[in-house]
């Protein structure tokens, strides 16, 4: 028989790198700025991006005083030209580890779950990967020089995900299957008129007016929020996403003086008196 001793090794779990892909910045007021910065490449990201924006966004999910998330690009050309080409191997995008992933499909899933609101601020081209990104945020602001649309079939790759059917209960079937089988480009107009984005503002005043935006959630209640947010994935996202809507409820519940009641009870080695509590229905 082996001794668990000599079969166990610690793994140690190393620190987070300095962030090389993206910018994390805050305001005092509570928004978190999330910048994708790969210029060169119109903000094309790879897996070292897309890890540190899961780094950034759980950072962002377990620091109460952030209550809401801006998601944007460096500059003034893309917010984000999807998967980086010169990383994509055979099954996936390959990182410094040389495994190829598909990591952007989880990113979706953390924005989706984060019970923050996430602001998309677009200038310039939103296509591909990246437009499912601003897809995925739960409100687009977009500058007049925004372009959006998808590429894959031209590039050789899909996103049979939220990009197909959350892209088609936003603009609908017919849009949805345009978008996808011409890969047309949108402007920030055509977007605007097709639901995809919520407003249109001048390249100079995007930031000023995403603020602003940010700004007015913050002045509403971040329970109301953070429960209609889970309560509008729901739908999309099955049981995942009425997961997390119940464990929104499962929160104010702990509150309670029910709910702490019956830890109590359970610590001081005694029955819980739940009867107060009873309500008529
Ligand atoms: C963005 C476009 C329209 C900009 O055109 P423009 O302004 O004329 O500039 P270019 O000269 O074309 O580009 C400037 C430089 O940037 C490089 N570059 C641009 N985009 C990329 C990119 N995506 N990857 C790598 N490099 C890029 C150019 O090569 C150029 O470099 P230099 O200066 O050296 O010549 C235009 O650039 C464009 O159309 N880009 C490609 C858009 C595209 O097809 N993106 C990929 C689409 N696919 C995905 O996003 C993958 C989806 C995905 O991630 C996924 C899907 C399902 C499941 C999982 C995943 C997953 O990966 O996890």
Redesign the pocket.
Known sequence: MIRPGCIWHPIPLRALPALTDIRYERTADGIAKMTICRP???N?FRPQTLRELEHALMHARDTPSIRLVILTGEGT??FC??????ARGHG??VGHDGIPR????DLHIMMRRLPKVVIAMVAG?A????HILHLVCDLTVAAENAVFGQ??P??G???GGYGSSYLARIVGQKKAREIWFLCRQYSAEEARAMGLVNTVVPLEELEVETVKWARQVLEKSPTAIACIKAAMNADGDGHAGLSQLAGEATRMFYQSEEGKEGKKAFLEKRKPQFVPYVQET
């Open positions: 060169s490449v119109r094309a050309l893309a030209s999807g998967g980086d080409q010169s996936g995008y598909l990591a952007v499909l081209y296509v591909g990967g990246g590429t894959g031209k590039v790759s899909f996103d």
